[in-house]
C-alpha cells in the first residue's frame, strides 16, 4: 500500500533552516506529482509547495524566496528545504501524493521568536 513517511521537522529559531524529508513507497514515484502542506494550531491545511513528475514546482506566496522542494526519484523522496524561517512557519507538514488522499503522518516545525 501506499506509505508516506516525513521527517526531518524539529524546534529552531527563527532565521534558521530545516530541510523535510518524505519517503514514498508503494507507488510509482517517478510518475507522480508531490506536494507539501502543512497546518497550524487552528488554521485550515494549506498548500506549501508542489513539484511535478517532470520537476516543475509551485509554492505559496507566503513561502516564496525561502521554501525550495525538490525530489529525487532514485531515492522515491521529496524534500522541502526551509530557510529564513519566521514564527508564523510554525506548523505540522504534511507530504500529499498530488491530489490523491494519500497523506503521510506529518513532521513538526517550531519556530521560536
Known amino acids: 500500500q501506499v506509505q508516506l513517511v516525513e521527517s526531518g521537522g524539529g524546534l529552531v529559531q527563527a532565521g534558521g533552516s530545516l530541510r523535510l524529508s518524505c519517503a514514498a513507497s508503494?507507488?510509482?514515484?517517478?510518475?507522480?506529482?508531490m506536494g507539501w502542506y502543512r497546518q497550524a494550531p487552528g488554521k485550515q491545511r494549506e498548500l506549501v509547495a508542489r513539484i511535478t513528475s517532470g520537476g516543475n514546482t509551485a509554492y505559496a506566496d507566503s513561502v516564496k524566496g525561502r521554501f525550495t522542494i525538490s525530489r529525487d526519484n532514485g531515492k522515491n523522496t521529496v524534500y522541502l528545504q526551509m530557510n529564513n524561517l519566521i514564527p508564523e512557519d510554525t506548523a505540522v507538514y504534511y507530504c500529499?501524493?498530488?491530489?490523491?488522499?494519500?497523506w503521510g503522518k506529518g513532521t513538526l516545525v517550531t519556530v521560536s521568536s
Open positions: 500529499r501524493w498530488g491530489d490523491m488522499d494519500y
Open positions: 508503494g507507488m510509482l514515484f517517478r510518475l507522480a506529482d
